[in-house]
């Protein structure tokens, strides 16, 4: 006689779901609960993860460009010119030179996930998180996907776009944290801190790029500075 799985007292585990259920409870669904429950079914890999971020990227790409041509475009409507001709040839060849580079977006945004998952799950281990990187990657891929179709598309809007970006942005970083949070089983504080910590150190090492550039450049900035002084 086969043993009904209620009278051991355990439930058949929750089935897998399709990508979109994913990133629309990832987005719209800020809770822990939401979150445990997503990272806890069937079907979650770092595979799967570096896909979505990865087809997202090329999009939001394409998106961009799109925009960038469009506007541009826009802005040469009227009397013809030398000054309008050269312009569009400069629009041309940068739109081309854009689209060149949108296969490598979607690396870009693989590369990202990989460095800001693996930072993370790294500081809310030492934190004493107890999470896998494998469940980090796969929260942080289910609502930064979505993220940037939405970043992508309102960015180009003039006045509005910046209006919903800002917001957005923060609202992206509380899910950040709220994933860690879940993941790792932290407190809010440890959360914050292993969150905020990758921000600080993404932010010291542009700092030191910077740094690094405008030490390399200097000569030239001081003589470009230099011919100025003279001729004025």
């Known amino acids: 006689m086969l043993t009904d799985q209620a009278s051991l007292g355990t439930a058949p585990a929750a089935p897998s779901l399709p990508w979109y259920q ?3 409870k990832a ?3 800020p809770k822990e609960a939401t979150y445990q429950d997503l990272v806890t079914r069937p079907g979650v890999s770092l595979g799967k993860a570096c896909l979505w971020v990865g087809v997202v990227g090329v999009i939001s790409a394409i998106i961009s460009l799109g925009f960038f041509v469009v506007f541009g475009g826009m802005s040469f409507l009227g009397p013809w010119s030398q000054e309008t001709s ?3 040839s400069f629009l041309t060849g940068s739109a081309i030179f854009l689209v060149c580079l ?3 977006a979607g690396a870009f945004a693989v590369f990202g996930l990989l460095f800001s998952s693996g930072i993370s799950h790294l500081l809310a281990r030492a934190l004493g998180g107890t999470g896998s990187y494998e469940q980090l ?3 942080i891929a289910a609502y930064t996907a979505p993220g940037s179709l939405v ?3 309102v960015s180009f809007i003039p006045c ?3 209006l919903i970006g800002l917001p957005f942005s923060f609202y992206l970083l509380f899910l950040n944290v709220l994933a860690i949070k879940t993941v790792h089983h932290l407190s809010w504080g440890r959360a ?3 969150s905020v910590l990758f921000v600080a150190f993404v932010l010291f090492i542009l700092s030191c790029v910077v740094i690094v550039i405008l030490a390399l450049l200097g000569p030239a900035i001081g003589n470009v500075f230099s011919g100025i002084v003279e001729e004025i």
């Open 137 to 139: 990657a796969y929260a």
């Open 22 to 24: 994913v990133w629309l």
């Open 160 to 162: 509005v776009g910046p």
């Open 102 to 104: 949108v296969p490598l």
């Open 192 to 194: 914050v801190i292993s």
């Open 151 to 153: 970043s992508s598309a």
């Open 27 to 29: 987005i719209t669904e």
């Open 86 to 88: 050269d312009a569009l």
